[in-house]
């Protein structure tokens, strides 16, 4: 048996206690910070019969990662992996305002969007997220985007042709 399911945050298979695969398809793309580290975004299409039934389709969205900033000096390849679309979350472990300057001057012309945490408001309270609306985009944005980016392993499917089809729906 196989059954898959719509959005459940993040893309998961598991097994339910008939022997029954379940695949939650996970949501197509980052919306905020409740995303942070999952990049597997996009779309599944099934080919029912077949082995790998469920061949998914990642497209490059938006996406959120949280670092200390400890961990940034430690590790210059993170800095190196940034790029327009990422929402980074600083957590300021360090106490040295200067040197945590430093930092969000190195990332801000890297990024979407730099916000900075202390250890303490980090530990206390991960859930009120401030969204500055200015640099969200729309749903219909965000997924064009997306499908701009889809190159198919099996070259069946056209970026522009996507497109075109999520317009007219």
């Known amino acids: 048996q196989r059954i898959i399911s719509g959005h459940y945050h993040h893309r998961q298979t ?8 379940v695949t939650y398809l996970g949501a197509p793309f980052a919306h905020n910070f409740s995303d942070v580290g999952d990049r597997a975004k996009g ?3 099934w080919y029912p ?4 039934d469920l061949v ?5 969205g938006p996406w959120y990662e949280r670092y200390s900033m400890s961990e ?27 040197i945590s300057e430093e930092i969000i001057d190195i990332l801000t012309p890297l990024v979407r969007q730099v916000r900075v945490k202390t250890e303490v408001e ?8 401030v969204v500055d609306i200015s640099q969200m985009k729309s749903v219909d944005e965000i997924v064009l985007e997306g499908l701009g980016t889809i190159q ?9 042709i ?8």
Do not use: M, T
């Open 72 to 98: 940034l000096l430690e590790d210059e390849s993170i800095v190196d992996s940034l790029d327009d679309r990422a929402h980074i979350e600083l957590v300021d472990d360090l106490g040295d305002d200067e």
């Open 122 to 129: 980090q530990a206390v309270d991960d859930e009120n997220i």
């Open 14 to 21: 598991s097994y339910i206690g008939s022997g029954a695969k």
């Open 152 to 160: 198919s392993k099996d070259g069946i499917l056209d970026p522009e």
């Open 56 to 60: 998914f389709y990642d497209f490059d």
């Open 43 to 45: 779309f599944a299409i």
């Open 49 to 52: 019969g077949q082995e790998d």
């Open 162 to 169: 996507l497109k075109k089809q999520y317009l007219e729906a």
